[in-house]
């Protein structure tokens, strides 16, 4: 019987491995030195946690039954388990707001989630608690920029929109064409947009909506010209001082590159976001990729707090997958796993014991040092040094039956 791994499902070998630990790994110490702290929530959730607020479809998630909890799911995103665990754990705790980072595998399943049918995504992200305001955005959209700096990821732009105003941009279209509209923008078809039953004047609030994507000092004063009401006004009020701050910030420090864009039409794919939303987007040798998204969600704790009581977020994640792809063209990556540093031989079978002893004394170092005892009992001496060779490992420890070792440096 031959053993295959569900559809969608995908083994990491120890390569894949190394070159995603080298990516987490700098996103991490970005993450440290901004304060934040790494969150662990389960990897199965009550499917009413996952959708909370209307964040997902149903028909995308990978449902599991059980008989005690009902209804379950594997999470497809952490945003909702974080607002989840933070509503009901760390409320009414003292160090608001919170700042905390996460490393986790998610699961989609649908024609969209990318190639392959791939069901299982690594996510790595923050999320910002308990923290409004455009000085919180700038801070994640900041450190969203030195995540990408210190992975050496030069070509990207990053696009801006706003969920609350684009929906109230929305909102005179009747419900039953909205979504339509609302599709239609969202994936650059004018051609529906103007084949649509609308009145002349909403066709051409579409079309007007359609066109708000180009760069801030081209976008923002079209917007200002529409008929905008004080909340609307408010939002777009918010997203020119989340601009400015971005672009005092790049001013300040130099190596900070982001080109803005911005897209009223930005609409993403889970339905709790309230204000900015944005996108990375890689222009690199291997076409466009949305490399991580996020945005502002400032009514989703609410839907978890015990007392019903609302507290702003933000955040964003990266996609693993992506930025793999992307810094492996760029020959960015390990492109081996790293080679053990010393073999230690037993030169007869009586000098086993004196072999491990005199690794563990190899190993026992402040740096890290990788020893392999050799495991076969070869013919010759050359033996061993061919597979050394093979290997890539730097020294021999010949360790007679004293534990006295002989070096041989071979690589
Ligand atoms: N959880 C979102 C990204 C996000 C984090 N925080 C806010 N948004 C996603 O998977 O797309």
Same mark, same amino acid.
């Given at each position: ?103 986790? $595998?998610?699961?989609?399943?649908g024609p969209d989630t990318g190639s392959g ?75 529906t947009l103007e084949t649509l039953p609308l ?37 777009? $009020? $918010? ?29 993403? /794919? ?10 990375v987007v890689s222009s690199s040798k291997t076409? *466009? ?20 009581? $609302? ?24 492109? *081996? /796993? ?27 170092? /402040? ?12 013919? /010759? ?31």
């Amino acid at each position: 019987m031959v053993h295959q791994p569900p559809s969608g499902a995908r083994d990491l070998l120890p390569l894949d491995v190394a070159q995603k630990i080298s990516i987490e790994r700098r996103l991490q110490q970005v993450f440290h030195r901004w304060g934040y702290h790494r969150i662990i929530t389960s990897t199965l959730e009550r499917l009413e946690t996952l959708m909370a607020g209307g964040a997902i479809d149903r028909s995308t998630l990978i449902q599991l039954q059980d008989a005690e909890d009902g209804e379950l799911g594997l999470r497809p995103e952490l945003t909702a388990s974080i607002a989840r665990a933070a509503a009901m754990r760390m409320a009414g705790t003292r160090w608001q707001p919170f700042r905390l980072y996460y490393n986790a $595998n998610v699961f989609r399943k649908g024609p969209d989630t990318g190639s392959g049918g791939q069901q299982e995504f690594y996510q790595a992200g923050v999320e910002l608690l308990g923290a409004g305001g455009t000085v919180a955005d700038a801070e994640v959209l900041l450190l969203l920029s030195e995540c990408l700096q210190s992975l050496e990821i030069d070509e990207w732009h990053l696009v801006l929109g706003e969920a609350g105003l684009t929906a109230r941009l929305l909102e005179p279209f009747p419900p039953n064409v909205r979504q339509k509209v609302r599709g239609a923008i969202a994936n650059l078809d004018r051609i529906t947009l103007e084949t649509l039953p609308l009145s002349t004047e909403l066709r051409e609030r579409a079309l007007l909506l359609f066109d708000l994507r180009g760069r801030p000092e081209e976008v923002l004063p079209i917007v200002a010209k529409l008929d905008l009401d004080l909340s609307q006004q408010s939002a777009l $009020n $918010n997203l020119k001082s989340a601009i400015e701050l971005l672009h005092q910030c790049q001013s300040k420090i130099p190596h900070l590159k982001s080109h803005i864009h911005l897209d009223l039409s930005l609409i993403q /794919t889970f339905d709790y976001y309230t204000g900015i939303v944005f996108e990375v987007v890689s222009s690199s040798k291997t076409g *466009q990729r949305v490399l991580g998204q996020g945005g502002r969600y400032d009514q989703l704790l609410g839907l978890f707090d015990p007392q019903g009581q $609302n507290s702003p977020g933000i955040g964003f994640c990266l996609n693993i997958e992506d930025l793999h792809q992307v810094l492996l063209t760029e020959g960015q990556l390990p492109s *081996q /796993t790293p080679a053990s540093d010393w073999l230690v031989v037993a030169q007869t079978p009586e000098a086993s014991a004196a072999a491990f002893a005199y690794a563990r004394k190899l190993r026992d170092s /402040t740096h890290l040092v990788r020893v392999e005892i050799d495991l076969e009992s070869r013919e /010759t001496e050359e033996a061993a040094r061919e597979y050394a060779r093979d290997r890539r490992i730097a020294q021999i420890a010949w360790v007679n039956a004293e534990g006295l070792p002989t070096i041989e440096t071979v690589n």
